[in-house]
């Protein structure tokens, strides 16, 4: 017989094992308004600051960067997928090759998703039982099951810093509420399964276990119901694992409803755990979720949406193969610092998106010179061209890291509120009657009025 909520908080206090901790959190600042934070996380791979977002590199490859350039647009922290690299290049290559450190030559910290989206994104493929998730390969159609254990065990093969528990996902718009709250519980006692496979001993270090080199994080589900995210909060909160995720949301969802689950997840969270809110990352969703209380956020339509032409710019998002933009000689975003935009051979600046990491490059100029891309060159290659992407791809990624650094600076010097308004309103060129209603307010909320000078 399955358990009850009831019994599973109550298991936690009782049969879940304790589990050691691979990092520290230390909130430096709190906005007084909202409920921004800025903070220093310290995992494995050093120290990364937040509010943070991470770039996704799937399989173990940002499409169209170097490690070094992505190293160089001053990120610490990126995601890998446990799905795609346990198919390939499947786990006996992993170990033999040491992990996915070391397979991307990626000297800094990796979180690597669960596979659980995947029941949403590869459904047609999948069935998902009490046992795991079965389903068939996409390369060759092998029969193939994923348990949380399985999970687990592949993320210990990839040695990243920050791992998922295995989690049933359904998409939030789903009419089925007991499908719906079966997919919670079930994430609930998955998660205890995840739990003991982490406290095995570690292969490297059999005296000690894995949840003293990497941490695990918990995946709160429930849709957009309000009390089911609380019921499945307080569970996960029992079972104290490092960080907590919040999950399931981004899948066409409205705004308003969105911002409805974020906020009433940070609203019962403890303070001194990062919060991470899966697979966000349109600029408006990730300043608005700050203010809610989340720190941390991955997404990769920023370098997706790079492969189309589009820039992410303080002035909006910009579909630079417009004919428009043929004979536009300026940059590709006047107020960004990136590579890309700086004028070609400007002098050394300081590190892009500078952090309390060091980088590997640290001794040379790699990132000094400028490369001064116009729109015009950008539109010209865009449609047949990769340089085109690969040039998009490394602005739209400072981009968002940029972003992320002006909010936590923001948030520092206590000026939050005021940072919403200057941004939302370089976005819209001023024009508050195109601001999005949904985040106006979600916004007043927490109390902030865009709408007000």
């Not at 908080?9 to 959190?25: E, N, Y």
């Not at 608005?288 to 820039?311: E, K, P, Q």
């Not at 998106?353 to 116009?374: F, M, Q, R, V």
Request: aromatic share 6%; with cysteine; net charge negative.
């Amino acid at each position: 017989m399955l358990k009850t909520m009831t019994t599973l908080v109550t298991d936690a206090a009782s049969a879940i094992p304790k589990m050691p901790s691979a990092l520290t959190f230390e909130i430096r600042a709190r906005c007084s308004i909202t409920k921004a934070r800025a903070s220093v996380l310290r995992l494995p791979h050093g120290p990364i600051e937040t509010p943070i977002f991470m770039p996704v590199a799937t399989q173990a490859s940002l499409k169209g960067l170097t490690p070094e350039q992505l190293e160089a647009a001053g990120c610490r922290l990126c995601l890998n997928n446990t799905y795609h690299l346990g198919l390939k290049p499947g786990q006996a290559v992993l170990n033999k090759v040491g992990g996915a450190h070391k397979l991307q030559s990626w000297n800094h910290n990796i979180l690597t998703d669960s596979g659980g989206f995947q029941m949403v994104s590869l459904l047609e493929l999948a069935t998902v039982t009490e046992k795991g998730v079965e389903f068939l390969s996409p390369h060759d159609g092998t029969p193939m099951l994923l348990t949380p254990e399985h999970s687990i065990d592949l993320q210990h093969s990839i040695g990243s810093d920050i791992i998922m528990q295995l989690d049933d996902v359904i998409v939030t718009t789903s009419p089925d509420d007991a499908r719906m709250r079966e997919a919670m519980l079930r994430s609930v006692r998955w998660l205890d399964r995840c739990i003991a496979e982490h406290m095995k001993p570690d292969a490297l270090n059999p005296s000690a276990t894995y949840a003293e080199r990497q941490n695990l994080f918990c995946i709160i589900q429930g849709g957009l119901d309000l009390d089911m995210r609380r019921e499945c909060a307080e569970a996960m909160v029992a079972r104290d694992t490092p960080g907590i995720a919040i999950g399931g949301l981004s899948g066409g969802e409205e705004k308003d409803k969105y911002c409805a689950v974020v906020k009433a997840c940070t609203d019962v969270l403890p303070e001194g755990k990062p919060r991470y809110v899966m697979g966000v990352g349109y600029p408006e969703d990730l300043i608005v979720s700050i203010a809610l209380g989340a720190d941390m956020f991955d997404c990769v339509w920023g370098t997706r949406t790079a492969r189309f032409g589009n820039a992410i710019t303080s002035g909006g998002v910009l579909n630079l193969r417009n004919a428009k933009y043929a004979n536009d000689f300026g940059p590709v975003d006047p107020d960004c610092n990136c590579i890309i935009c700086s004028p070609q051979d400007s002098p050394a600046r300081p590190p892009l998106n500078n952090s309390l990491s060091t980088p590997s490059y640290a001794d040379t100029n790699y990132s000094a010179k400028g490369l001064g891309i116009s729109r015009a060159y950008i539109h010209h290659l865009a449609a047949k061209e990769t340089a085109g992407a690969h040039l998009l791809t490394m602005h739209n990624v400072a981009y968002l890291l940029n972003l992320m650094n002006k909010a936590k600076q923001a948030v520092i010097e206590d000026r939050y509120p005021q940072f919403l308004k200057d941004t939302f309103g370089k976005w819209y060129n001023g024009d508050k009657e195109q601001f999005p209603k949904w985040a106006v307010d979600a916004l007043r909320g927490v109390g902030v009025d865009l709408l007000e000078d």
